[in-house]
């Protein structure tokens, strides 16, 4: 260790620091019992989740207070996913090396700052700020949970904490606009309410993580601040395969959370709070449905195809929607687009980490949501700016179809895919991949 210290002690004291840090949070010291912190990262990182989907509802009362236009709206909902992104490239796969713990805390604390700013915020400027805060803390949490969960979780429950990753994301997304629309109908002032709680609930997370066990053994911290981002090889032709499917479902899930609460509110004149946010969740909380409860009654190929097919279907009924004014379309689109989501992302999941050693496996998540956060914030980004120009459902459409375009484009490459390779992927690897995860997940629950 004395080697990695006089390598960095030239450049930044506050290098130094982070190192000596880092080498005080590796020392033994009492922890909570394994389940406790398996509970505790699973509530935290679906609480992270869940804090990043409420602004998709708040921000439509912002609007109305502050009287800003589409093109910031989705400025402010979308430099969340860009701050995330550079997040993931950054220190995307840090916790490989310096171990999950120190980035968990370090990217919870980040979190917490974030939600003081958002219940202080007097504008849309700040509101900004917020959401890029808590894009970069929710990057730097991502991939180190989707990595600790199912290394910390119990050996009897290592299926559950696969599931866990796999639905977290969109689950929290659908939990936290639902609670939101439900705070601006009954709270006089709903975001207070909303990002109160979710600080006291990350500010309990901080605590037990500190006290949570560690996952990663051998530390690497000499060259750790270097960003490393990249699919392992293993899985790089699957990877590679799946990315089309991945951008056309993400993009899916910006067109209704980024846009569909202005489209709710101005077009389909839906005002109630609470209407709102069940319209704006139908579609993460159907993909949560389809991976927890459906994934398991079909067969995985069958599974992604038939995801690929509800995207499609349930895209354009939203596109329909926005062009007849239809409340009942959207809601029915949006149910069905999120059951296809569930479908292609929990299985491309399953495809790719049991390709992959325990130790990539941060960085192959980093590299995921990387594809899947670029196609859900730049897509928005433009269609906020074309609002401006063109109107808000001109928009919206546009993007709907672009989507279906290159969701149909994933579809095609899935059904196209040589025999051997499909084989091997939708079976959960090759023998030498299931056997890393075999011994990643004995190492993890000793």
């Given at each position: 260790?004395?080697?990695?210290?006089s390598?960095?002690?030239?450049?930044?004291?506050?290098?130094?620091?982070?190192?000596?840090?880092?080498?005080?949070?590796?020392?033994?010291?009492?922890?909570?019992?394994?389940?406790?912190?398996?509970?505790?990262?699973?509530?935290?990182?679906?609480?992270?989740?869940?804090?990043?989907?409420?602004p998709?509802?708040?921000?439509?009362?912002?609007?109305?207070?502050w009287?800003?236009?589409?093109?910031?709206l989705?400025?402010?909902?979308?430099i969340?996913?860009?701050?995330?992104?550079?997040a993931?490239?950054?220190?995307?796969?840090?916790?490989?090396?310096?171990g999950?713990?120190?980035?968990?805390?370090?990217?919870?604390?980040?979190q917490?700052?974030?939600?003081?700013?958002?219940?202080?915020?007097p504008?849309?400027?700040?509101i900004?700020?917020?959401?890029?805060?808590?894009?970069?803390?929710?990057?730097?949490?991502?991939?180190?949970?989707s990595a600790?969960?199912?290394?910390?979780?119990?050996?009897?429950?290592?299926?559950?904490?696969?599931?866990?990753?796999?639905?977290?994301?969109?689950?929290?997304?659908g939990?936290?606009?639902?609670?939101t629309g439900?705070?601006?109908?009954?709270?006089?002032a709903?975001a207070?309410?909303?990002f109160?709680?979710?600080?006291?609930?990350?500010?309990?997370?901080?605590v037990?993580?500190?006290?949570?066990?560690?996952?990663?053994?051998?530390?690497q911290?000499?060259?750790?601040?270097?960003?490393?981002?990249?699919?392992?090889?293993?899985?790089?032709?699957?990877?590679?395969?799946?990315?089309?499917?991945m951008?056309?479902?993400?993009?899916?899930?910006?067109?209704?959370?980024?846009?569909?609460?202005?489209?709710?509110?101005?077009?389909?004149?839906?005002?109630?709070?609470?209407?709102?946010?069940?319209?704006?969740?139908?579609?993460?909380?159907?993909a949560?449905?389809?991976?927890?409860?459906?994934?398991?009654?079909m067969?995985?190929?069958?599974?992604?195809?038939?995801g690929?097919?509800?995207?499609?279907?349930?895209?354009?009924?939203?596109?329909?929607?926005?062009?007849a004014?239809?409340?009942?379309?959207?809601i029915?689109?949006?149910?069905?687009?999120?059951?296809?989501?569930?479908?292609?992302?929990?299985?491309?999941?399953g495809?790719?980490?049991?390709?992959?050693?325990?130790?990539?496996?941060?960085?192959?998540?980093?590299?995921?949501?990387?594809?899947a956060?670029?196609?859900?914030?730049?897509?928005?980004?433009?269609?906020?700016?074309?609002?401006?120009?063109?109107?808000?459902v001109?928009?919206a459409?546009?993007?709907?179809?672009?989507?279906?375009?290159?969701?149909?484009?994933?579809?095609?490459?899935?059904?196209?895919?040589?025999?051997?390779m499909?084989?091997?992927?939708?079976?959960?690897g090759?023998?030498?991949a299931?056997?890393?995860?075999?011994?990643?997940?004995?190492?993890?629950?000793?």
């Open positions: 260790m004395s080697s990695n210290r390598t960095l002690s030239g450049p930044s004291s506050r290098v130094r620091f982070y190192v000596e840090w880092i080498e005080v949070s590796s020392m033994p010291r009492p922890t909570v019992p394994q389940v406790v912190a398996f509970v505790s990262s699973a509530i935290a990182f679906m609480t992270v989740m869940a804090a990043a989907g409420a998709s509802a708040l921000l439509v009362v912002y609007q109305q207070h009287h800003f236009s589409d093109s910031e989705t400025v402010a909902f979308a969340y996913a860009l701050a995330l992104l550079l993931l490239l950054g220190i995307g796969s840090l916790s490989d090396r310096i999950r713990r120190p980035v968990l805390i370090a990217a919870l604390a980040v917490a700052v974030a939600m003081v700013v958002f219940l202080f915020a504008n849309i400027g700040v900004i700020v917020a959401r890029a805060l808590q894009g970069f803390a929710t990057g730097a949490a991502t991939s180190a949970f600790y969960i199912p290394e910390v979780a119990p050996a009897a429950q290592k299926k559950v904490a696969a599931l866990v990753v796999s639905i977290a994301s969109v689950a929290g997304l939990i936290g606009v639902v609670l439900v705070a601006i109908q009954f709270a006089a709903p207070a309410v909303v109160g709680a979710a600080l006291a609930i990350i500010v309990i997370a901080i037990v993580t500190a006290a949570s066990p560690e996952t990663v053994g051998e530390r911290i000499g060259d750790a601040l270097v960003p490393r981002i990249g699919v392992p090889s293993a899985a790089r032709t699957a990877f590679a395969r799946t990315a089309p499917g951008i056309g479902i993400w993009m899916s899930a910006g067109l209704v959370l980024g846009l569909g609460a202005s489209i709710v509110h101005q077009a389909l004149h839906i005002t109630s709070g609470a209407a709102l946010g069940l319209v704006v969740s139908a579609q993460p909380l159907a949560a449905v389809s991976a927890l409860v459906l994934g398991p009654l067969p995985p190929r069958r599974f992604m195809l038939a690929y097919a509800a995207v499609l279907v349930g895209v354009s009924l939203e596109a329909c929607s926005f062009a004014g239809l409340a009942s379309l959207i029915c689109g949006a149910i069905i687009t999120g059951l296809g989501f569930g479908a292609v992302f929990s299985s491309t999941l495809f790719l980490v049991p390709l992959t050693r325990a130790q990539e496996r941060a960085k192959l998540f980093s590299a995921v949501y990387v594809v956060y670029l196609a859900y914030g730049i897509p928005t980004i433009v269609a906020g700016f074309l609002s401006d120009a063109i109107g808000l001109p928009a459409i546009i993007y709907a179809v672009a989507t279906l375009a290159i969701t149909a484009a994933g579809l095609i490459v899935s059904l196209t895919r040589t025999e051997p499909s084989r091997d992927a939708l079976s959960g090759t023998q030498e299931r056997a890393h995860d075999v011994r990643a997940s004995t190492s993890s629950a000793a």
